[in-house]
């Protein structure tokens, strides 16, 4: 009864006219970025973070949270039409979509995009709206020694799943954890870091490194490409899929479901990996595996509910814990402390409004993105044959105003430069940015939290694993460390980040 | 990517290098109370750690040849650079000259010599995405866009 009577407050807010608008804008643009390649969600997100700034935290992270679900929506888009992910986590549809789009059935498979995702993104809210509660309070027996290898942990999931060399990934979130700790001290307020420059000592902020790593690098490499998009010219009709079609789809949407939602909570899980395995598990029980990579619609379900109950998933650890578990779910961390709201688990006693409004909002939002990606298809397709050249000013453009206005300060624009050419170099030379955002969001939680350990132990590492979560954490951290090590099961691993390659 | 490897984990040697003595400089404290230091010098003694391990790594593997027409194939670099360049001298000029003439010349630098449009198109869009931006950012949002040249305005 309660949980319908917080529910209910939910739906109060999420329906709220301001909100209800912030909700349509958030999946409307989350969409559309979706749908265009060279923009993802976390850029996305920056670039969008000061038009929150007038609205109340409810409104700001309920749009914000609608582009996240949103994108993974219209990712699928560019992927079966394309054969051009519009987001990392729809790489894996291009396989089985775009084989579907050129046998004439790109309106089933777009169909079938949509409702796996209509249906995971609403079992992922129902999931969070039960999982959370439990958790938040589960969550108040943590100490900072319980926080410091839960978040150790997160940030070695994300390094063990990383795409290429683990030691890359390390030495990313290494860097990230550094950057987060330029600034004062938060101990003695000695400053560290700032080699005299007064801009730095309140420390580099997230949206100039988001925006440098993920939009202006994106820019200057596609520039340098030369990017073409050519979309499919054929005939997009009959978008609800067919009987057969529901039939040889529905233990994908299910399994795939599953599978993202708890793939979404694990820290530094997400849509991309929990698509990927969506697909390898769709390929294992299929009676018809030669079929995958030629058009198979398990191909297409699987992985697109996967990726859409990964994102759903990803709140609970953001909404209960306070731990963002990937870059976007880090992006919004910040946007809650720039609106003065703490995240964690207190988060649901001292502002019920946001924390259910929110998971309300999702609810509607699902309904609306069905809604858009259905009978809109058709203008998603227009978007796509915007040329890059008339494209790439306006996202620079964005980026500059977006970045400026935070602080009016021109000094952020040249760091946003800055992490725009490292973040050039570093795809160049093969490291991923993803580790390093989410390090430099922790990075200070980590420092406090492990300083707050030793300070409490006197001085003894053993504290970590004399406490059962802590201890939990920290061992699967160094297990999830050790195992590529092993000869057998590194393999696996390269095995796995091959397969993650877009190209 | 022996060559780039190379190039890269000498980059984090000499980082990581830095980050020890900024860390050593700043102070560990003890294990009991550790200070501002600590955590910088730590990371930088474990990413030192790393980066040997790719420099050793890539000096005894065995691919890596053509690999500098790979990275830098073809002159899209160039366009790299003049992007690069001119968001530099934007962000130099953005205060003295103002929002409005600023970004309306760096909009025409890019339509006009990165990707080339017609005089017309590109004067057109820029003009175009400059209103839009500072209505939406200016006047909707309050953001406080440099007046530079239109100060007295």
Known sequence: MELLYHLATG??????????????????????????????????????????????????????????????????????????????????????????????????????????????????????????????????????????????????????????????????????????????????????????????????????????????????????????????????????????????????????????????????????????????????????????????????????????AAAGGAFIPLLTLGIPTNAVIALLLGALMIHGVQPGPLLMKQNPGLFWGVIASMYIGNVMLLVLNLPLIGIWVQVLKIPYRILFPIILLLCLVGVYSISNSVFDIYIMIGFGLFGYLMRKFEYEGAPLILAFVLGPMVEVNLRKSLIMSDGNFFIFFTRPLSAFFIILAIVLLVFPLIPGLGKKRDKIAALDEPD | MKRADCISSIFWVILSIGLIKWGWELDLGTLAAPDAGFIIFGVGVVMLGLAVAILIQTLYAKTGLQERKRLWSGQGWRKVVFVLASLIAYSYFLVPLGFLPATFLLLIFLFKWIEPHRWITAIGISAAMVSVTYLVFGYWLGCQLPKGLFDYL
């Open chain 1, 11 to 308: 739906f109060g807010v999420a329906l709220e006219p301001a909100n209800l608008f912030a909700c349509f804008v958030g999946v409307f643009i989350g969409t559309l970025i979706g749908v265009l390649p060279g923009i993802g969600p976390v850029g996305a997100m920056s670039l969008l973070l000061p038009v929150t700034f007038k609205s109340s935290p409810e409104a700001a992270i309920i749009m914000l949270a609608g582009i996240y679900y949103g994108s993974m929506y219209g990712g699928s888009t560019t992927s079966i039409l394309v054969n051009i992910p519009g987001e990392a986590a729809s790489v894996v549809t291009c396989l089985d979509g775009y084989q579907m789009a050129r046998q004439g059935r790109a309106g089933a498979a777009l169909g079938i995009a949509a409702f796996g995702s209509f249906i995971a993104g609403t079992f992922a809210v129902v999931g969070l709206m039960l999982v959370a509660p439990p958790l938040s309070r589960f969550a108040l027996r943590f100490g900072p020694p319980e926080y410091f290898s839960l978040m150790v942990l997160g940030l070695t999931i994300l390094v063990y799943l990383a795409h290429g060399s683990m030691v890359k990934a390390l030495i990313m979130g290494l860097l990230g954890i550094v950057l987060g700790l330029i600034g004062l001290d938060p101990f003695n307020t000695k400053a560290r870091l700032t080699f005299g420059q007064m801009d730095l000592m309140d420390g580099i902020g997230l949206v100039p490194i988001v925006m440098g790593l993920f939009g202006v690098s994106e820019v200057l490499l596609n520039i340098e490409r030369q990017v073409t998009r050519e979309a499919l010219k054929t005939k997009i009709g009959g978008l609800l899929p067919s009987a057969q079609d529901w039939l040889e789809s529905k233990w994908a949407l299910i399994r795939g479901t599953v599978l993202g939602f708890f793939l979404g909570i694990l820290p530094g899980g997400g849509g991309v990996i929990a698509s990927f395995i969506s697909y390898a598990v769709e390929k294992k029980f299929s009676k018809t595996p030669e079929l995958f990579g030629k058009g198979a619609i398990a191909g297409v379900a699987g992985p697109e509910s996967a990726n859409n």
